[in-house]
């Protein structure tokens, strides 16, 4: 997965001269685009970016995950364009496995569909135990829960059917 954050340099490639940046992929993608007859001549150069903050003073990398010093050890909300952040705590650097109170609040209130799933997940965790089984199927949960607040955020309504269809138990468990 593409760092969200990750910025560009436009470069000439004939003699190296920096274009452009640094700006966003799209931003990059689109002032290439305008000189699309001679798109060969430009190239894109990913810079690594802190997720949290933008910063290019990158002192912690972990696979495409990057943080500035201030967020060595902080994750950024799930949700695009929040800034806040939260400790990562003993859970490794990610940019879709920690999302923000007010975002969690907003997006998977007490009582949605969403929420008494994730509630499910700790119920049975409290009889049962993380088994092997339910971690897998939380991490399934998440990462779908993760994509649904994204899009939400993103086109700002709830289709609850969707929802129901999603994440409805039809495994007895
Ligand atoms: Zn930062
Ligand atoms: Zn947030």
């Given at each position: 997965?593409?760092?969200?954050?990750?910025?560009?340099?436009?470069?000439?490639?004939?003699?190296?001269?920096?274009?452009?940046?640094?700006?966003?992929?799209?931003q990059g993608a689109r002032w290439v685009g305008?000189?699309?007859?001679?798109?060969?001549?430009?190239?894109?150069?990913?810079?690594?970016?802190?997720q949290c903050c933008g910063s290019l003073d990158v002192v912690v990398r972990a696979?495409?995950?990057?943080?500035?010093?201030?967020?060595r050890d902080r994750n950024p909300c799930l949700?695009?364009?929040?800034?806040?952040?939260?400790?990562?705590g003993r859970n490794e650097?990610?940019?879709?496995?920690?999302?923000?109170?007010?975002?969690?609040?907003?997006?998977?209130?007490?009582?949605?569909?969403?929420?008494?799933t994730y509630n499910r997940f700790f119920r049975l965790a409290r009889r049962h135990g993380w088994t092997p089984g339910l971690i897998r199927r939380f991490e399934r949960?998440?990462?779908?829960?993760?994509?649904?607040?994204?899009r939400q955020a993103a086109e700002g309504f709830v289709d609850q059917r969707e929802i129901d269809r999603l994440f409805g138990w039809s495994e007895a468990a």
């Open positions: 997965m593409i760092a969200r954050t990750d910025l560009v340099f436009v470069r000439c490639t004939a003699d190296g001269r920096t274009l452009l940046g640094p700006t966003s992929r799209e305008a000189y699309a007859p001679h798109a060969e001549a430009w190239e894109l150069i990913l810079v690594a970016s802190c696979g495409v995950q990057h943080r500035c010093e201030r967020h949700v695009d364009g929040c800034r806040r952040t939260i400790a990562a650097l990610a940019d879709d496995q920690s999302i923000c109170g007010a975002h969690w609040r907003r997006y998977v209130p007490p009582g949605s569909p969403l929420r008494r949960f998440w990462t779908g829960m993760a994509a649904r607040v994204r």
